[in-house]
């Protein structure tokens, strides 16, 4: 089993929390991905010369690199099942966090367009139905490619 197939696989947390526990980070050679299985390993790495690459791909400012990786962390704790409630109440209030500085970056890409990543999802978003719905997806996209690499580790629990 890979990271890939895992998730249509009908019972894939013994291979998740393998993961975690063996394999935090590595290379998944047949797949030619780097695969991060657990929160840690993707905060450090969103800390990290290429997690900061990443993040200047995405449009997050280097110097808040390290409190978007912490909210992330934080949110998907939350939603993963058997989240404990001091869990629960961080990432309700990483979720805030999140959504206040994503927004105030589409707002910025909005009126002025970079070579990122969230550029091109603002410029996507804004061939559908408007500029409310614009915004929503392009955040939307953004959350979900920042917290992928967290899921394998919150489904091991």
């Known amino acids: 089993m890979d990271p890939i197939s895992a998730v249509t696989h009908p019972d894939p947390y013994p291979f998740y929390a393998e993961l975690a526990t063996r394999r935090p980070l590595y290379r998944e050679e047949a797949l030619g991905l780097w695969v991060a299985s657990s929160a840690e390993a993707v905060t450090a790495a969103l ?4 997690g900061h690459t990443l993040g200047g791909l995405l449009g997050v400012p280097r110097v808040a690199l390290s409190a978007v990786a912490a909210w992330v962390g934080n949110f998907v704790r939350c939603i993963a099942p058997g989240g404990r409630p001091e869990q629960i109440e961080r990432g309700k209030v990483a979720a805030g966090h999140l959504l206040d ?6 707002a910025e890409r909005r009126a002025a367009p970079a070579d990122d990543l969230l550029s091109a999802l603002v410029v996507q978003a804004e061939r559908g139905p408007g500029e409310a719905v ?24």
């Open 101 to 106: 500085r994503f927004g105030a970056l589409v």
């Open 134 to 157: 614009a915004a929503t997806i392009a955040t939307a996209g953004v959350a979900r490619l920042l917290s992928a690499g967290f899921e394998p580790a919150t489904l091991a629990g």
């Open 47 to 50: 800390r990290s010369e290429p």
